[in-house]
């Protein structure tokens, strides 16, 4: 099982900035990626960034050019710098490590088979 820890969440003013970050323990196998998802008030979890085992990011297309994922190996460690926020951006944001998440590009708009997540961390982007 991967325990995973997010945090950075906060309360931004649209056109913000925040960089979220994730620490994964546990059994990380090496077919695992590294992704985040996120679930507003109503709505269902969706993707929103991952990285593949190449190194390859992807990400839906209504954060494209704002939000930058990254990942630090040694540390076990994943990234989500997130700028130009925009309220819509609301919602609590997750990592996950999981082998389904490796070839994001073509997934984005599919059920997410997770099982293991962690707490989440708050982003609230409003005037």
């Known amino acids: 099982r991967v325990h995973v820890t997010e945090s950075g969440g906060a309360s931004v003013q649209p056109g913000g900035s925040l960089r979220l970050s994730c620490v994964a323990s546990?059994?990380?196998?090496?077919?695992?990626?590294l992704g985040w998802f996120r679930e507003a008030p109503g709505k269902e979890r969706e993707a929103v960034a991952a990285?593949?085992?190449?190194?390859?990011?992807s990400y839906r297309d209504s954060v494209k050019g704002r939000f930058s994922i990254s990942q630090d190996n040694a540390k076990n460690a994943l990234y989500l710098q997130m700028n130009s926020l925009k309220p819509e951006d609301t919602a609590t944001y997750y990592c996950?490590?999981?082998?389904?998440?490796?070839?994001?590009?073509?997934?984005?708009?599919?059920?997410?088979?997770?099982?293991?997540w962690g707490q989440g961390t708050q982003v609230t982007v409003s005037s």
């Open positions: 996950a490590a999981d082998s389904w998440i490796c070839g994001m590009q073509r997934k984005y708009n599919d059920y997410i088979p997770i099982a293991d």
């Open positions: 546990g059994h990380i196998y090496s077919s695992y990626c």
């Open positions: 990285i593949d085992r190449d190194g390859t990011p």
